[in-house]
Structure formats: structure tokens, C-alpha cells
């Protein structure tokens, strides 16, 4: 079900230029340090998860997969928003880790399902390497382990509050999320009258709910009250639709070298974006429009706890690939 | 890792019929109402449990697969558990069909790895029917709703007891359980050193532990002392092999027809067996004593209570399919 509706009304026109020029004038946080921080103590964090497990070739897919790197957003955000609430990093880490084994979790399953339908994928994905069973089973430990993760190594919180994380993340996989996402990603190929909410359906359930249950755990795990959950759940469903918004018009205006991988291969894919629906100009004032939303509503929080949350969404209107 | 160990020291011959024979002068327990009345209340529960969700092809396959009817085994064996300790169906019935929808995730996967790797497979299976992406996706959200069920909809339980449950059925699916024996099994076939450890490891994790964690989380969820946990743990892992090696047998002892299957599958499969490690006679001998250590560790509970839980251990030994 779809609970929000972000399509802007828009007004005025502002370009990429401006939007990064606006950037440069917020005030100063060391978002470099903070990444690099977070993201060394969930790759830590994940290392320990996947050791010492039997049987060997699974843990080794598991391990192949999850401990192959990446920005870690997943991690970062839910251990933004515990902190936010005054939060250690030591609450909200098994959930952290629990995020980012879903999202590997679901990029074995999404390349397996290219791989089985002779869609090309890259060379070291998990499929190609350990063969299709291996992967169906690896992509399975790894949702397990979430879950398990959360409920054994949280360690010093109140019960209540492990069920609540236990509830999120979990819908967040589910029909109502991440798999409801993919199959109307899958369904809606080739068709010719998707239409705006239509994709803001898939974005929403395949890249938001998750974002959206990585900060929302955060919150609950902190002991956050349901009026400020919801706000950050608001938050989250933004700069995940940003999220996408940015990465639809990177496909199109950047090139193969630059990005690192097939530039417009959803072009290719005959698949919805935004640009091809609005256009590019209009796609960047909807992503400026989201990533506004997402900051405002972070307002009356202490500016130095969410200052890591507002520099997430920057990041996430501003990257290049 | 194997934490137990049981293989028998045979010191008699007991042949099928003594046993069935031995199994008549057993006093009476309506065994056959008994599951008929959990089973009808374990579907009733699983139809609302995959409704109203969308988007309707996912949902149309989890109902497929799940809604196909079966024993219930695992959902009983979690309702009796909870039962043996003065509970009521109602605190652990989330918990009984998260056991189901786990089971029947795991058949999914089973099956479209059997599809992608050409082994013929029954023409009503989930992957012939929807396809292999629906399969995958189907697969994950029903390991999904498995756990959203069991966080949101146990009610009136303390927490730490969920909590305990959701660790204890997600180890029982991944590296350390369901996931374990599958791929323990696959790179099994066709070796010709697998001895009685090698199969018993598959048999406690591809089956037991799924088993283990139904019983054990019955018994959390009412508030169950440690020690009697570990006792019922260790039936359950009793009942589990049992039901592997009574498989073994029936696999090599009965025609197609009377099965509903294709008798001697595994023979064909070129996997490794009780019957065929230690023959006929020494695999009901174990049978026997598996299904007598099990009710052993029944002694000391309440008879009345216990009734449902040694009769399923009978009729596991029993059955004739």
C-alpha cells in the first residue's frame, strides 16, 4: 500500500549546477570521517557475523558477497538515527548488519534471477562464481542470519523494542516491500503505460522500505517515541525515492567510464525512469523537492545529532554514480 | 556442528511388524482427532495469514504453495509443545505457521533447484507453475512473513520469549540448520565415502532442525524452564532423525503406487541411505530406539499432557507414507 504520495508540484526550474552550488554553502560537517568510521565498524561488525559457521561453501558465498564492500548507507543510517536519539553505536550494530545482509541478500537473488532468465550479468557475481544452488541457499542463510542476528547479539535493549525491529525489517522484505518492489520491477518490463505512481510504487517498496526499516530500527532500538518514528520512517521514504530518482538520472547522463558500470542500461532494459517519463530538468526538481522534504523533516531535532542524517541526504541528492 | 549423537548399539532383531504390534497395546489417545483439529486450526490461521497482501502474483504463489494442504506436523508438534506446559493454542499459533511457511519456503527452493538443474520435477510445483522468478521472490517473502508473523501477531506474551523464538527459528534455517543439510546433501551426491555421520549431519539439519525449532519454540513461547527446553530439544532432534531414516525405509520398502511418489527416488538419486549403509533390519532397529529415546524424555510430564507428543513420535515411526 502506498501511504505516501511524493510527487512535487512544481514551479520553478533548478539545475544540477545550482543544487551542488547550494551544497557548498551548508555549514560544515565531516561527513568523509563519519562514513569511513560507520562503515569500518559495520564491515567489522559483519566480519564477525559471517565467522566460524558451517558448512564451508555457503560461509564462503555469504562471506564472498557480504564482505565484498560498498558505501554501507544501509549500516550508516540506522546507526545515524539510534544516535540521533542520543543512542550508542552498540545498540543498533546487529540491526546495522542485519540491513546490509538483506540488501546483499537480495542482490544474489536479483543476479540469480538474471542469470536463469540469460540476462548478462558481470562476471563476479555470486552465481556465476558458486553455481545457481549455492546462491539460492547463500541468499536464504544471509536472511536467516538477519534475523537472527538481531534477536541473539542485541545486546542491553528492552524485548519490546527487538520485536518492534523484528517486525520492521521484516515487512520491509516481504509483500509489502522489497519482493513486492521486484515483482512489479519484473511485471512492469516492456509494458508502455507505467505511469508516475506506478514507478513510484516499485521505487518505494524496492529501494525505500529498506532504507526506511534501516533508520526506523535505529529509532525504535533507541527508544524513540512513535511520534518522532514516524517522522524518521517519512524521512527515510524520501531519500530512498531520491535515492532512486538521482540513480534514474544518472543511468542517462553519465557515461560507462565515469559510473563503472553499463550507463542507460535501464534505457536499454526498456524500463520507466523518470527521466523518460518527466524528463531530466523535471527529475532534478523532484529529487531537490525530496531531498528539502527530508531535511525539514528533521527539523527541531538537536542540529549536532541529526547533522550525519541531513549529510546522508545531501549525499545521496549530490553523488555522482 | 553435531551436538548429539544416535547411533544405536543394537544388542536384538526387531522386525516392522513386532514394532507395529508393540505400538497396539499403547493406551489410547485420539490421535487421529487430535491432528485433524490442530491441522484445521493451523490452516484457518495460515489462509489469514497470506491475505489481503499485495501485489496478487506473489501472493497468489505463497498461497499456492502454502495453502496445499499437508500434514501440519510442524505446527502441531509447536502447538502440542506449548501445550504439554499448560498453553494455550493462541500463544503459540504465529509460531506454528512461521514453522510452515519456512518448511514450505524451503520445498519452493528445493524444487527450483531441482528445475534449474534438470531433475524432473512433479508438474504442479510452484516453479513449473509461476516461473522461476516468482519462485525465488515467493521463497523470500514467505521467510519473511515467517518472521514478521511471529513478531507482530504473538500477543500476549512477554517479549524476551519472542525474541528467544525468532533466534531459535532462524538458526534452524540457516548455515547452522535447513541451509546446512541442503548443502551438505547436494555436494553429497554420488560420493561414495559418505558414511554414518556424514548422513546423519544432513538428516539433523535438513530435517531435525526445522522439527527442533517448532517443539522449542512451543515451549519458549509458554515460559518453559531451560532444562525442560534442552529435554524437549532433545526429542525433537530424536523425532527428526527418526523421520529421515522411517523416510530411508519407506523409500526402498514400498511400490510407487501405495507411496504416491517414486519409490526407491533416493536409490536412483545415488544418495546415501539408512537402508543402504546399514541395511533394512539395523534401520528399523534404529528407528525403534530413536522413537524410544524420544518418548523417554517424555517421562516426568504430565501424562495427559504428553499424550499428543508421544503419539506424534509413533505415528513418525509408524507411518506408512
Redesign the interface.
Known sequence: ?LTLHLLPSVTFVLTKEDIVKEEDQKPSFDFKSYMVQKATTANQALESAVSF???I???EA?RYSLLAGGKRIRPVLCLAACELFGGQESTAIPAACAVEMIHT?SLI?DD??AW??NIVVEENQLTTVFG???A??????L???A??H???STLGV???R???A??EI??A????????G???D??SEGLTDVGLDHLEFIHLHKTAALLEASVVMGAILRGACDDDVERLRKFARCIGLLFQVVDDILDVTKYSKELGKTAGKDLMADKATYPKLIGIEKSWEFADKLKTDAVDLLQGFDPAKAAPLIALANYIAYRQN
Chains 1, 2 share one sequence.
Not at 136 to 141: I, N, P, R
Open positions: 500500500m559457521r558451517s558448512p561453501k555457503t560461509q555469504m541478500m537473488h540469480l534471477l536463469t532468465t545457481e544452488e549455492i539460492v541457499l547463500a541468499g536464504d542463510a536472511l536467516a542470519l534475523f537472527e538481531i534477536a541473539v528492552t524485548p519490546s527487538i520485536v518492534r523484528v517486525g521484516a515487512k522484505i516481504g509483500t509489502e516491500g522489497l519482493v513486492a521486484q515483482v512489479v519484473i511485471t
